[in-house]
């Protein structure tokens, strides 16, 4: 059964950096699309940053651009976002998605078709002073 267990949320001032994880368990990630997604407050769930699975490429959302990047670790079956200069817009519960299918990747800032990708729990980043 998979499972994606997120970590390194917390409390950070504005201007500063966390490094979010997700550790897969169940399945194997080296060819699946991987993906970060966050929901603020009252909004709706957002796509941040997406990576294919074969190599086709990696989607960031323009408001992440040049402070988010994605990384994967094979060997530890973790992919991770490193977030830079983050911004109280940043606040939010953020959560990894992934699947073999790409679907992850193709509908990353889509509203629909990422019913059946699998999620993790989400982890809390608030960027207050």
């Known amino acids: 059964q998979a499972q994606l267990v997120e970590s390194g949320g917390g409390l950070v001032q504005p201007g500063g950096s966390l490094r979010l994880s997700c550790a897969a368990s169940g399945i194997t990630l080296n060819y699946y699309a991987i993906g970060w997604f966050r929901q603020a407050p009252g909004k709706e769930r957002e796509g941040v940053v997406c990576a294919s699975g074969s190599g086709d490429g990696t989607y960031y959302a323009d408001s992440v651009k040049g402070r988010f990047t994605i990384s994967r670790d094979n060997a530890k079956n973790t992919v991770y976002l490193q977030m830079n200069n983050l911004k109280p817009e940043d606040t939010g519960v953020y959560y990894c998605?992934?699947?073999?299918?790409?679907?992850?990747?193709?509908?990353?800032?889509?509203?629909?078709?990422?019913?059946?990708?699998?999620w993790g729990q989400g982890t809390q980043v608030t960027v207050a002073s």
């Open positions: 998605a992934t699947d073999p299918g790409e679907r992850t990747y193709y509908y990353c800032f889509s509203s629909v078709g990422l019913e059946s990708v699998y």
